[in-house]
Protein backbone atom coordinates (compact mmCIF):
# COMPACT_ATOMS: atom_id res chain seq x y z
CA UNK A 1 0.00 0.00 0.00
CA UNK A 2 1.34 3.04 -1.05
CA UNK A 3 1.82 5.93 1.54
CA UNK A 4 -1.59 8.41 0.95
CA UNK A 5 -0.96 11.12 3.15
CA UNK A 6 2.70 11.70 0.52
CA UNK A 7 0.70 11.26 -2.39
CA UNK A 8 -2.31 13.59 -0.96
CA UNK A 9 0.09 16.39 -0.17
CA UNK A 10 1.54 16.40 -3.43
CA UNK A 11 -1.43 18.29 -4.58
CA UNK A 12 -2.80 20.21 -1.60
CA UNK A 13 -0.68 22.23 1.30
CA UNK A 14 -0.74 20.83 4.90
CA UNK A 15 -3.15 23.57 5.84
CA UNK A 16 -5.43 22.79 3.14
CA UNK A 17 -5.80 19.18 4.94
CA UNK A 18 -8.22 18.41 7.18
CA UNK A 19 -8.19 14.85 7.38
CA UNK A 20 -7.29 11.35 5.74
CA UNK A 21 -9.17 8.13 6.92
CA UNK A 22 -7.68 4.96 5.25
CA UNK A 23 -10.63 2.17 5.61
CA UNK A 24 -9.12 -1.28 4.39
CA UNK A 25 -8.80 0.65 1.00
CA UNK A 26 -11.65 3.14 1.16
CA UNK A 27 -10.23 6.56 1.03
CA UNK A 28 -11.57 9.55 2.37
CA UNK A 29 -10.34 12.58 2.25
CA UNK A 30 -11.62 15.92 4.07
CA UNK A 31 -10.08 19.13 2.25
CA UNK A 32 -10.85 23.11 2.26
CA UNK A 33 -13.89 24.34 0.05
CA UNK A 34 -11.55 26.33 -2.19
CA UNK A 35 -12.73 26.34 -6.38
CA UNK A 36 -8.74 25.62 -6.66
CA UNK A 37 -9.06 22.41 -4.50
CA UNK A 38 -12.26 21.07 -5.92
CA UNK A 39 -10.20 21.01 -9.60
CA UNK A 40 -7.24 19.24 -8.18
CA UNK A 41 -9.72 16.79 -6.40
CA UNK A 42 -10.11 15.12 -9.56
CA UNK A 43 -6.24 14.48 -10.36
CA UNK A 44 -5.83 13.28 -7.00
CA UNK A 45 -9.16 11.00 -6.77
CA UNK A 46 -7.59 9.15 -10.34
CA UNK A 47 -4.16 8.57 -8.85
CA UNK A 48 -5.39 7.40 -5.52
CA UNK A 49 -7.22 5.14 -7.47
CA UNK A 50 -4.48 4.19 -9.59
CA UNK A 51 -2.76 2.41 -6.49
CA UNK A 52 -2.50 -0.41 -5.14
CA UNK A 53 -5.21 -1.58 -2.29
CA UNK A 54 -7.25 1.62 -3.04
CA UNK A 55 -10.56 0.64 -3.89
CA UNK A 56 -12.45 3.79 -3.40
CA UNK A 57 -11.21 7.53 -3.29
CA UNK A 58 -13.86 10.17 -1.56
CA UNK A 59 -13.19 13.75 -1.25
CA UNK A 60 -14.96 15.91 0.87
CA UNK A 61 -15.03 19.59 1.50
CA UNK A 62 -15.43 21.74 4.20
CA UNK A 63 -15.65 25.29 5.60
CA UNK A 64 -12.24 26.77 6.85
CA UNK A 65 -11.57 27.20 10.75
CA UNK A 66 -12.10 30.42 11.89
CA UNK A 67 -8.69 31.65 12.27
CA UNK A 68 -7.59 32.20 16.44
CA UNK A 69 -7.16 35.92 17.72
CA UNK A 70 -3.77 36.46 18.19
CA UNK A 71 -3.96 36.82 21.96
CA UNK A 72 -5.26 33.52 22.25
CA UNK A 73 -8.47 35.04 23.92
CA UNK A 74 -11.56 35.36 22.13
CA UNK A 75 -13.08 39.03 22.62
CA UNK A 76 -16.68 39.78 22.92
CA UNK A 77 -17.79 40.34 19.87
CA UNK A 78 -20.86 42.62 19.48
CA UNK A 79 -21.45 44.18 15.98
CA UNK A 80 -24.19 46.92 16.41
CA UNK A 81 -21.12 48.60 19.01
CA UNK A 82 -18.21 50.68 16.81
CA UNK A 83 -15.70 52.23 19.52
CA UNK A 84 -15.73 50.68 23.19
CA UNK A 85 -14.12 52.87 25.95
CA UNK A 86 -12.76 51.69 29.11
CA UNK A 87 -12.92 54.32 32.18
CA UNK A 88 -10.30 52.80 34.24
CA UNK A 89 -7.76 53.54 37.52
CA UNK A 90 -5.38 52.12 39.93
CA UNK A 91 -6.88 53.23 42.67
CA UNK A 92 -10.63 53.29 43.94
CA UNK A 93 -12.46 56.84 44.77
CA UNK A 94 -10.57 59.24 42.35
CA UNK A 95 -13.59 59.75 40.57
CA UNK A 96 -14.10 57.34 37.94
CA UNK A 97 -17.76 56.57 37.77
CA UNK A 98 -18.73 60.14 37.48
CA UNK A 99 -16.00 61.01 34.95
CA UNK A 100 -17.45 57.99 33.26
CA UNK A 101 -21.16 58.82 33.31
CA UNK A 102 -20.29 62.80 32.59
CA UNK A 103 -18.37 61.66 29.59
CA UNK A 104 -20.86 59.50 27.95
CA UNK A 105 -23.44 62.38 28.60
CA UNK A 106 -21.14 64.35 26.63
CA UNK A 107 -20.42 61.75 23.91
CA UNK A 108 -24.00 62.20 23.37
CA UNK A 109 -23.98 65.91 23.58
CA UNK A 110 -21.69 65.67 20.51
CA UNK A 111 -24.16 63.74 18.69
CA UNK A 112 -22.66 60.14 19.52
CA UNK A 113 -25.38 57.31 20.05
CA UNK A 114 -24.01 56.72 23.05
CA UNK A 115 -24.15 54.05 25.94
CA UNK A 116 -22.50 53.38 29.46
CA UNK A 117 -22.19 49.65 31.13
CA UNK A 118 -20.99 49.36 34.47
CA UNK A 119 -18.61 46.61 35.04
CA UNK A 120 -17.51 47.67 38.48
CA UNK A 121 -18.82 44.81 40.43
CA UNK A 122 -16.88 46.18 43.66
CA UNK A 123 -19.06 49.42 43.90
CA UNK A 124 -21.49 49.88 40.76
CA UNK A 125 -22.50 53.65 41.39
CA UNK A 126 -23.69 54.24 37.46
CA UNK A 127 -27.64 53.17 38.99
CA UNK A 128 -27.62 55.95 41.77
CA UNK A 129 -25.92 58.69 38.77
CA UNK A 130 -28.34 57.71 36.46
CA UNK A 131 -31.40 57.35 38.68
CA UNK A 132 -31.94 54.25 37.53
CA UNK A 133 -31.48 52.40 41.21
CA UNK A 134 -33.93 50.26 42.56
CA UNK A 135 -35.38 50.17 39.21
CA UNK A 136 -34.86 46.31 37.83
CA UNK A 137 -34.46 45.50 34.32
CA UNK A 138 -36.92 44.62 31.48
CA UNK A 139 -36.86 41.72 29.69
CA UNK A 140 -39.35 41.59 26.57
CA UNK A 141 -38.53 38.01 26.26
CA UNK A 142 -37.24 36.78 29.16
CA UNK A 143 -33.91 36.22 27.67
CA UNK A 144 -32.61 40.03 26.68
CA UNK A 145 -32.96 43.34 28.95
CA UNK A 146 -33.79 46.02 27.53
CA UNK A 147 -31.06 48.96 28.81
CA UNK A 148 -31.89 52.09 30.72
CA UNK A 149 -32.18 55.04 28.90
CA UNK A 150 -31.57 58.69 30.50
CA UNK A 151 -30.73 61.96 29.17
CA UNK A 152 -29.86 60.22 26.18
CA UNK A 153 -27.72 57.83 27.08
CA UNK A 154 -28.27 53.83 27.46
CA UNK A 155 -27.24 52.50 30.44
CA UNK A 156 -26.91 48.95 31.87
CA UNK A 157 -25.15 47.61 35.32
CA UNK A 158 -23.90 44.84 37.07
CA UNK A 159 -25.56 46.39 40.10
CA UNK A 160 -29.09 45.97 38.47
CA UNK A 161 -28.26 42.29 39.12
CA UNK A 162 -28.02 42.48 42.88
CA UNK A 163 -29.33 44.75 45.48
CA UNK A 164 -27.39 47.66 46.60
CA UNK A 165 -26.47 46.32 50.25
CA UNK A 166 -25.34 43.08 49.30
CA UNK A 167 -21.82 43.07 48.78
CA UNK A 168 -20.28 41.28 45.40
CA UNK A 169 -18.54 38.25 46.69
CA UNK A 170 -18.33 36.74 43.38
CA UNK A 171 -14.53 35.61 42.59
CA UNK A 172 -12.43 35.96 39.41
CA UNK A 173 -13.99 33.52 36.82
CA UNK A 174 -17.67 33.69 37.88
CA UNK A 175 -17.37 38.32 38.07
CA UNK A 176 -16.39 38.32 34.72
CA UNK A 177 -18.71 35.98 33.24
CA UNK A 178 -21.40 37.76 35.34
CA UNK A 179 -20.21 41.00 33.35
CA UNK A 180 -19.73 39.50 29.87
CA UNK A 181 -23.24 37.84 29.66
CA UNK A 182 -24.92 40.70 31.20
CA UNK A 183 -23.09 42.85 28.60
CA UNK A 184 -24.15 40.84 25.67
CA UNK A 185 -27.56 39.88 26.75
CA UNK A 186 -28.43 43.60 26.80
CA UNK A 187 -30.28 44.90 23.46
CA UNK A 188 -27.96 47.79 23.16
CA UNK A 189 -29.34 48.65 19.44
CA UNK A 190 -26.81 50.18 17.46
CA UNK A 191 -24.36 52.11 19.20
CA UNK A 192 -21.66 55.00 18.31
CA UNK A 193 -19.56 54.85 21.54
CA UNK A 194 -19.66 52.62 24.59
CA UNK A 195 -18.25 53.75 28.14
CA UNK A 196 -17.57 50.87 30.29
CA UNK A 197 -17.31 51.78 34.20
CA UNK A 198 -14.04 49.59 35.06
CA UNK A 199 -13.53 48.04 38.48
CA UNK A 200 -10.70 50.07 40.09
CA UNK A 201 -7.43 48.37 40.43
CA UNK A 202 -5.08 45.59 38.69
CA UNK A 203 -6.11 42.65 39.76
CA UNK A 204 -6.60 39.43 38.08
CA UNK A 205 -10.55 40.40 37.18
CA UNK A 206 -9.44 43.78 35.77
CA UNK A 207 -6.60 41.98 33.59
CA UNK A 208 -9.17 39.09 32.57
CA UNK A 209 -12.07 41.93 31.69
CA UNK A 210 -9.61 44.27 29.90
CA UNK A 211 -8.54 41.11 27.66
CA UNK A 212 -11.84 40.08 26.79
CA UNK A 213 -13.94 43.52 25.77
CA UNK A 214 -12.48 44.42 22.68
CA UNK A 215 -11.53 47.69 23.54
CA UNK A 216 -10.56 50.53 21.31
CA UNK A 217 -8.90 52.01 24.47
CA UNK A 218 -9.16 53.14 27.95
CA UNK A 219 -8.82 56.43 29.57
CA UNK A 220 -6.91 56.49 33.20
CA UNK A 221 -8.69 58.35 35.75
CA UNK A 222 -6.37 60.00 38.45
CA UNK A 223 -6.14 62.68 41.34
CA UNK A 224 -2.87 64.64 41.68
CA UNK A 225 -2.19 62.79 44.22
CA UNK A 226 1.09 60.76 44.28
CA UNK A 227 -0.58 57.63 45.57
CA UNK A 228 -3.16 58.34 43.23
CA UNK A 229 -0.57 58.53 40.39
CA UNK A 230 1.49 55.77 41.63
CA UNK A 231 -1.26 53.18 40.50
CA UNK A 232 -2.12 55.16 37.53
CA UNK A 233 1.24 53.98 36.57
CA UNK A 234 0.24 50.90 37.29
CA UNK A 235 -2.52 50.73 35.24
CA UNK A 236 -1.04 51.95 32.32
CA UNK A 237 1.24 49.30 32.88
CA UNK A 238 -1.60 46.91 33.17
CA UNK A 239 -3.13 47.87 29.94
CA UNK A 240 0.25 47.94 27.93
CA UNK A 241 1.41 44.42 29.01
CA UNK A 242 -2.32 43.63 27.11
CA UNK A 243 -2.32 45.50 24.50
CA UNK A 244 -5.04 47.84 24.86
CA UNK A 245 -4.33 51.05 23.50
CA UNK A 246 -4.04 53.93 26.25
CA UNK A 247 -6.22 57.00 25.02
CA UNK A 248 -4.71 59.18 28.13
CA UNK A 249 -4.90 60.45 31.65
CA UNK A 250 -7.70 62.83 32.67
CA UNK A 251 -6.58 64.86 35.96
CA UNK A 252 -9.93 64.91 38.05
CA UNK A 253 -10.18 66.98 41.18
CA UNK A 254 -7.24 68.47 40.24
CA UNK A 255 -8.44 72.27 41.34
CA UNK A 256 -10.94 73.86 43.91
CA UNK A 257 -12.12 77.10 43.22
CA UNK A 258 -12.93 79.35 45.55
CA UNK A 259 -16.71 80.39 45.74
CA UNK A 260 -15.97 83.77 47.58
CA UNK A 261 -12.54 84.86 45.11
CA UNK A 262 -12.87 82.20 42.71
CA UNK A 263 -9.07 81.86 42.85
CA UNK A 264 -7.83 78.11 41.63
CA UNK A 265 -6.05 76.05 44.14
CA UNK A 266 -4.40 73.21 43.65
CA UNK A 267 -4.81 71.67 47.00
CA UNK A 268 -3.22 68.26 45.53
CA UNK A 269 -0.33 69.52 43.53
CA UNK A 270 -0.59 71.26 40.22
CA UNK A 271 0.68 68.78 37.46
CA UNK A 272 0.51 65.55 38.95
CA UNK A 273 -1.31 63.66 35.93
CA UNK A 274 0.27 65.67 32.76
CA UNK A 275 3.87 65.39 34.11
CA UNK A 276 2.80 61.13 34.72
CA UNK A 277 1.57 61.32 30.86
CA UNK A 278 4.27 63.12 29.83
CA UNK A 279 7.03 60.64 31.58
CA UNK A 280 4.61 57.91 30.22
CA UNK A 281 4.31 58.78 26.84
CA UNK A 282 0.62 59.31 27.01
CA UNK A 283 -1.56 61.91 26.20
CA UNK A 284 -2.99 64.38 28.09
CA UNK A 285 -6.50 64.72 28.14
CA UNK A 286 -7.16 67.26 30.78
CA UNK A 287 -8.95 68.08 34.07
CA UNK A 288 -11.74 68.76 35.92
CA UNK A 289 -12.08 70.86 38.70
CA UNK A 290 -13.26 69.45 42.76
CA UNK A 291 -16.24 71.01 42.44
CA UNK A 292 -19.30 70.49 45.26
CA UNK A 293 -21.92 70.88 41.78
CA UNK A 294 -20.39 67.71 40.26
CA UNK A 295 -20.51 65.56 43.07
CA UNK A 296 -24.00 67.09 44.43
CA UNK A 297 -25.33 66.70 40.98
CA UNK A 298 -23.89 62.98 40.21
CA UNK A 299 -25.65 62.04 43.99
CA UNK A 300 -28.83 63.57 42.95
CA UNK A 301 -29.06 61.15 39.23
CA UNK A 302 -28.23 63.91 37.17
CA UNK A 303 -24.72 64.49 36.23
CA UNK A 304 -23.68 67.90 36.15
CA UNK A 305 -23.11 67.49 32.34
CA UNK A 306 -27.22 67.17 32.24
CA UNK A 307 -27.88 69.54 35.09
CA UNK A 308 -25.74 72.27 33.96
CA UNK A 309 -25.29 72.23 30.51
CA UNK A 310 -24.02 75.59 29.82
CA UNK A 311 -21.65 75.27 33.32
CA UNK A 312 -17.81 75.58 32.52
CA UNK A 313 -17.48 71.59 34.09
CA UNK A 314 -19.67 70.63 30.72
CA UNK A 315 -17.41 72.40 28.48
CA UNK A 316 -14.47 70.02 30.00
CA UNK A 317 -15.98 67.16 29.95
CA UNK A 318 -16.92 67.86 26.07
CA UNK A 319 -13.22 69.21 25.30
CA UNK A 320 -12.34 65.72 26.99
CA UNK A 321 -14.76 63.77 25.02
CA UNK A 322 -13.28 65.42 21.77
CA UNK A 323 -10.41 64.79 22.20
CA UNK A 324 -10.93 61.22 22.88
CA UNK A 325 -13.46 60.89 19.63
CA UNK A 326 -10.16 62.47 17.97
CA UNK A 327 -7.75 59.85 19.35
CA UNK A 328 -10.16 56.93 18.25
CA UNK A 329 -10.48 58.37 14.61
N1 LIG B 1 -14.52 66.43 40.15
C1 LIG B 1 -15.19 66.15 41.25
N2 LIG B 1 -15.61 67.15 42.09
C2 LIG B 1 -16.29 66.87 43.23
N3 LIG B 1 -16.59 65.65 43.64
C3 LIG B 1 -16.20 64.62 42.86
C4 LIG B 1 -15.50 64.81 41.63
N4 LIG B 1 -15.26 63.60 41.08
C5 LIG B 1 -15.80 62.70 41.89
N5 LIG B 1 -16.36 63.29 42.97
C6 LIG B 1 -17.01 62.66 44.12
O1 LIG B 1 -16.05 61.80 44.71
C7 LIG B 1 -16.67 60.59 45.14
C8 LIG B 1 -15.99 59.42 44.45
O2 LIG B 1 -16.25 59.51 43.06
P1 LIG B 1 -16.61 58.24 42.17
O3 LIG B 1 -17.63 57.41 42.84
O4 LIG B 1 -16.87 58.72 40.81
O5 LIG B 1 -15.20 57.53 42.25
P2 LIG B 1 -14.76 56.08 41.72
O6 LIG B 1 -13.35 56.21 41.34
O7 LIG B 1 -15.72 55.58 40.74
O8 LIG B 1 -14.90 55.30 43.06
P3 LIG B 1 -14.98 53.72 43.26
O9 LIG B 1 -13.58 53.24 43.20
O10 LIG B 1 -15.60 53.59 44.61
O11 LIG B 1 -15.83 53.18 42.16
C9 LIG B 1 -18.14 60.73 44.81
O12 LIG B 1 -18.81 61.20 45.93
C10 LIG B 1 -18.17 61.78 43.71
O13 LIG B 1 -19.36 62.51 43.69
MG1 LIG C 1 -17.03 53.93 40.82
Not at 147 to 167: C, H, Q, W, Y
Not at 194 to 215: E, N
Amino acid sequence: MPNIEQIVQKYFSLEHIENIQNLDGRIIITLIDTPENMEKAEDLKKELLNADGVSKATVIFTRKKAAPVSSGIEKWKMQNIKHIIGVASGKGGVGKSTTAVNLALAFANLGQKTAIFDADIYGPSIPTMLSFENTPPVSYNGTIFEPFENFGVKAMSIGSLVDRDTPLIWRGAKACGAIEQLFKETNWGDIDVMVIDMPPGTGDIQITLSQRIDFDGVVIVSTPQDIALIDAVKGVNMFEKIDVKILGLLQNMAYYVCPDCGKKAYIFGENGAKETAERLGEQFLGEIPLDIAIRQNADAGTPVVAALPDSPNTKAYEEIAQKILKALS
